[in-house]
């Protein structure tokens, strides 16, 4: 059955303008505790992690670029082979003008994909012995010279998409595999015929890890402004709309549909909200239903009022296959969250993690509310619940996962403008997102950045020991963590078959330069 985007969309963007689903209750669910932390050290900053369900736990880190200028190349790898309890020495693969960005996932038979980003394109290396060994990296076909944010995904066994946001055209682009990364084709149109999108997406866009099902389609998250507040902001007005296009055909074409607006020009709101504080996060559980998990604002807040909240929104799978999208649930309402994560389990099944400031000496309201605020003093987060279909989900109480706050100061969600003139204050040290799986009997299993020195950026790897599990099933899909393999199988039906026709982008202003860029040029084990 074709799965398409018939939504009650119009009253859910019509309801979002005024509030939220409430914030969250917290209910009787069972608090969740973590182990002991592993550090893995550094060059830190923006992990991915990818657990391939047969024991073996993959975690990347850029190093920052280029790379080769520190006599190093862009990636810095680490392997478990024992679920997560422990991590060998870590090794520095990629390619030497790499460094800016990073990306890790498996197929369903194990076979291991590295995506290193230059500036000028996308290199992907690959390992069919868990990582000791590794290709030389190939440099992916692409439109033009200005990759921002690669992701991989994959499909079966020998198929991978490369989906990345041009920085200069500000669009989000796709291209396919069937080769195992060998070779790369130009995939379809994600804006479809959405010419809203088009518009809106020339100039201002941030692009999520895309997440497939278990027949094989493929979904991509695309957050943008509207094309009125870019030109009226100088191409960087609030990220306040989502869109989802799907690909039922193997990418060769996608349907877009806008699935949440907090634009003050659509709801009746006076002044927008805005997600995008950073990378939201798209997930996909068990039963083929959609989350967000997202940080930002439903409208402007008021004067000292916290200036980023947690969110799920919820696209809930019909009968027929379509998507019923949800009023964002607010999981926070005091104190100021950042960088979301996500993972999933059963349908119904979904854990938020993020970074949260705390009531500390010399840091009150004013300064806790504001997560740019150099004062503050992170912690870490999970929530969970267990009936996220339901129409008032219950979460557990947030469990605090960190001891140590992992971030000391603001932090700052402005890309490549954070320490300039241009930012709104905080440092990028952790750079732009953590990540978090489970593995195949549903423990959360999380790395996420950290320098509490305030210089040295790591990672660290935690994993669930109590409390309920998110068992995996054929689909599923953990954001920046990937979809965590079953009985070492993706659980995919062969997909539709590949056509050589293309399918171009067209979007205004396609020579228009991203000013909302990401990417980083720094040395590794410094402040990012």
Request: charged letters at 10%; one cysteine or more; glycine letters at 12%.
């Amino acid at each position: 059955m074709r799965t398409s985007f018939s939504i009650t969309v119009v009253a859910l963007l019509a309801a979002t303008a005024l509030t939220a689903a409430g914030a969250h209750h917290v209910g009787a669910e069972t608090p969740l505790s973590f182990s002991s932390v592993q550090d893995l050290g550094g060059p830190g900053g923006e992990p991915s992690i990818q657990d391939d369900g047969n024991g073996n736990v993959y975690i990347t880190s850029p190093v920052g670029g280029p790379a080769g200028v520190n006599r190093q190349v862009g990636v810095q790898f680490w392997h478990s082979s024992n679920g997560g309890a422990s991590f060998g020495p870590s090794k520095n693969i990629g390619f030497q003008l790499g460094g800016f960005d990073s990306d890790v996932t498996t197929d369903n038979t194990g076979f291991l994909y590295v995506a290193d980003l230059e500036a000028a394109a996308t290199y992907i290396t690959t390992s069919g012995d868990h990582g000791a060994n590794f290709t030389s990296p190939v440099k992916s076909t692409q439109a033009g010279p200005e990759d921002d944010r690669e992701w991989l995904t994959t499909v079966g066994s020998n198929t991978v998409y490369l989906t990345y946001h041009d920085l200069a055209a500000g669009v989000p682009l796709i291209f396919k595999s069937t080769d195992r990364g060998k070779t790369f084709t130009r995939a379809g149109n994600i804006f479809g015929t959405n010419s809203a999108f088009i518009a809106d997406a020339a100039a201002n866009t941030l692009l999520s890890k895309p997440v497939v099902d278990a027949a094989g389609n493929i979904f991509i998250l695309t957050n943008t402004s509207t094309a009125a507040q870019n030109l009226n902001n100088n191409g960087t007005g609030p990220f306040d709309r989502l869109y989802l296009s799907e690909s039922t055909d193997g990418g060769m074409t996608f349907t877009a549909t806008l699935i949440s607006d907090t634009s003050n020009g659509s709801t009746t709101n006076a002044k927008s909200g805005t997600y995008a504080k950073v990378f939201n996060q798209l997930a996909i559980d068990a039963g083929g239903n959609l989350y967000i998990a997202a940080a930002g604002t439903l409208m402007t807040p008021a004067a000292g009022a916290p200036n980023s909240n947690m969110f799920l929104i919820r696209g809930i799978k019909q009968g027929d296959g379509t998507y019923q999208w949800k009023n964002p649930v607010q999981l926070t309402s005091d104190h100021a969250q950042v960088f979301p994560a996500i993972a999933v389990g059963q349908a119904g099944q979904v854990a938020v993690g993020y970074y949260g400031t705390t009531t500390v000496a010399g840091c009150a309201a004013s300064c806790y509310n504001d997560y740019r605020n150099d004062s503050n003093k992170f912690q870490y987060y999970v929530t969970e619940t267990l009936n996220a279909l339901d129409p008032n989900p219950t979460f557990s109480a947030p469990t605090q996962v960190t001891t140590t706050p992992p971030h000391p100061g603001g932090i700052c969600t402005d890309g490549v403008f954070c320490g300039t003139p241009l930012s709104s204050g905080g440092n990028r040290n952790l750079a732009d997102f953590e990540s978090m799986t489970v593995d195949p009997a549903g423990n959360i299993e999380l790395v996420i950045p950290a320098d509490q020195d305030g210089t040295n950026t790591h990672n660290l790897f935690y994993k669930q020991a109590t409390g309920p599990q998110l068992v995996p099933g054929a689909t599923n899909g953990n954001g920046t963590g990937n979809r965590t393999y079953v009985n070492n199988t993706g659980g995919q039906v062969p997909e539709a078959p590949w056509a050589s026709a293309l399918l171009l982008v067209g979007a205004a202003g396609a020579a228009a330069v991203m000013v909302r860029g990401r990417r980083r040029e720094d040395s590794p084990g410094t402040a990012r």
